[in-house]
């Protein structure tokens, strides 16, 4: 788990690498604190960079760059690799070796010398990498199927960089324009974040999961997706997932470093924990965050830890300090990104760093990939509704655009393109409210084009199924994959997640909704599949308990009508138009009448007014 920068730049520029990529990775170093490298072939004209977190081999040969044998490879590589071991036999069955380090980064560049371009095909794991080859004076970069580690590239006069956060791209693109239609795109309905591939920079980007790129010369050459979800037989069964949820728990624990949990006591992270009690002798150190030692979250919490035998700590939300992370979790990620619960992680991640442990495992996923969310029951039952009314899909096309809401926004749309058609439906509630006329009419939705890049992979999917792995790949990414990457990294710390297991997610699209959802009325039984394959592992009362996310007893609303309203007033009395964008009178009114109680719109809008504007 590291920081990675890498530059080509091309032949005609005089830029000097050395300091820029010096500069660049020095902004990480929260990323990697054991380590820091470098290396420039003034030739080629690349440079790369590496802040190293030390989790497997903690030896020095096991540092970046990392060169091969003959020195015409080397690679900065972030994440872990959980099935090295096996594909380091695999290599060294067909020949390839020796290898002199026991790390998966060295695998990595091994299989990039056997299996080329296809390399990424071979990983299992989470993983950002940027490979040169000095024979072809090209880069090579790939980015794990579901996007669990971060690359962000920009193209410049000079080349083309890349690192693993925005700040240090500012570096080597620090004149780039805001791109107003990303800022915007946060506003609309469940979005809290830019939607990939765009930033709020309209010079850099960020790499889609599950896809790959080629660099050479300083010139982007080519960008393509090589992971295509593989739906497999409905008929998984409940012992085929525990099986791949053990399995996967078991290899997020092999690390060389001691290995903690975050706890909340919910269904997703009890299992977890309790699988990892299983594979240790020692007592799985496990962590939570509530608002106060009644919170709710961390009764369920202490009680799962005394059962399991954990050695647990817990901590309490401090309104002042919280606020202050919350802004340097903006600073670090370069843009606004509104989930609060991103606070509670970083809170948790840096009193996990102070008692020594580097590696968490949590169950971030979980919600998404078996249907835990109470929305999810009125999805189901949508999904049913535009099964059965499918004969009046001619009927609702003949609906102006305009004029279409709701189910018949989806019913007149194909699979694979409702969810699409919802966002662009909700543009006009969303952004008359707060853009400016002009501005709106120059806007690009972000969001509506994602979903239907992600939409389109799952063919003739049922409506809750397309919804769901849009909401893991792009929608909800910033409370599941980025959730549990920023704030860890901020920390120094690296978080792992069973449940994003390529396997698991797989056996979870395949798995039909009604088996994740069996009764719309019940929503005990929601997640339901995943529920009966960890049944005896999570105690009978909280298996069935009411859903409560991470930092439930932590709301936007308290907080900003709370310890941070004064704060809240003042930015929001200096709004900002962000080059024209805004209708600052607007926005002063909308929380004026908000935090007078006329709540006109959800406290999640506010929120995240209130990112963009800090």
Request: proline share 5%.
């Amino acid at each position: 788990m590291c920081g990675i920068v890498a530059f080509s730049a091309k032949s005609e520029s005089e830029l000097e690498l050395g300091p820029l990529i010096e500069s660049m990775i020095n902004l990480m170093h929260h990323r990697g604190p054991d380590f820091h490298n470098l290396s420039v072939d003034s030739e080629a004209k690349v440079g790369m960079a590496h802040a190293r977190l030390s989790i497997l081999d903690l030896s020095d040969k096991a540092n970046q760059p990392m060169f091969s044998e003959n020195n015409s490879l080397s690679i900065v590589f972030n994440g872990e690799i959980y099935n090295w071991q096996e594909l380091r036999k695999k290599l060294e069955m067909e020949g390839v070796g020796p290898f002199v380090t026991q790390s998966d980064t060295e695998v990595i560049l091994r299989g990039y010398e056997h299996y080329g371009n296809d390399l990424p095909l071979h990983l299992r794991g989470m993983f950002a990498f940027v490979i040169f080859d000095k024979q072809s004076n090209s880069l090579f970069c790939a980015r794990d199927r579901v996007g669990k580690k971060p690359l962000v590239y920009t193209e410049t006069e000079d080349g083309v960089a890349l690192a693993s956060e925005i700040p240090p791209l500012l570096l080597a693109s620090p004149n780039s324009p805001l791109n107003k239609s990303a800022l915007a795109t946060i506003l609309l309905h469940n979005m809290r974040h830019v939607p990939d591939p765009d930033t709020a920079f309209s010079a850099i980007s960020r790499l889609r999961a599950g896809h790959a790129m080629t660099v050479r010369d300083g010139r982007i050459e080519k960008i393509w997706r090589y992971w295509q979800p593989a739906i497999k037989s409905p008929a998984v069964s409940t012992q085929d997932l525990r099986s791949a949820i053990e399995g996967a728990v078991k290899r997020r624990m092999v690390a060389d470093v001691p290995v903690g949990a975050l706890l909340s006591g919910g269904v997703d992270s009890t299992a977890v924990v309790a699988l990892m009690a299983r594979h240790t002798e020692q007592p799985v150190r496990t962590y939570a965050l509530g608002m106060d030692a009644d919170d709710e979250d961390l009764r369920r919490a202490r009680f799962v830890a005394s059962q399991l035998g954990c050695e647990h700590k817990e901590f309490y939300f401090d309104a002042e300090r919280q606020f202050e992370i919350f802004r340097n979790i903006q600073k670090t990620y370069g843009e606004p990104i509104a989930l609060l619960p991103l606070v509670h992680s970083y809170e948790l991640c840096s009193a996990i760093r102070d008692d020594g442990i580097k590696v968490v495992l949590t169950g971030h996923g979980a919600d998404e990939l078996f249907y835990g969310y109470t929305g999810h029951a009125k999805t189901a039952l949508l999904t049913d509704a535009l099964r059965y009314l499918g004969f009046l899909r001619p009927a609702a096309q003949m609906i102006p655009r305009a004029l279409r809401s709701g189910p018949s926004v989806l019913l007149a749309e194909q699979p694979g393109r409702r969810k699409a058609a919802l966002y662009r439906s909700y543009q006009g509630r969303d952004w008359n409210q707060v853009i400016q006329p002009e501005a709106r009419k120059a806007l690009s939705n972000g969001a509506a084009r994602e979903c239907e890049y992600w939409g389109s992979m799952l063919g003739k999917a049922d409506y809750i199924d397309e919804s769901n792995f849009i909401a893991l790949m792009m929608e909800n990414s910033h409370s599941v994959t980025t959730a549990a990457d920023l704030p860890a990294m901020m920390a120094s710390v690296e978080m792992r997640a069973p449940f994003l297991d390529q396997e698991i997610v797989e056996m979870a699209l395949s798995i039909p909704y009604r088996r994740k959802v069996p009764n719309s009325r019940d929503l005990s039984r929601l997640k339901y599949a995943l529920k009966i394959a960890v049944e005896d592992l999570v105690p009978k009362h909280l298996l069935y308990a009411p859903k409560r996310g991470f930092g439930h007893g932590i709301q936007e609303k308290d907080i900003l009508l709370g310890p941070w309203r004064e704060i809240a007033n003042e930015v929001f009395a200096n709004s900002i138009d962000a080059e024209g964008l805004f209708d600052v009178q607007a926005i002063r009114k909308l929380w004026n009448r908000q935090s007078s109680g006329d709540e006109s719109v959800s406290w999640g809008f506010i929120a995240k007014l209130f990112t963009i504007q800090l």
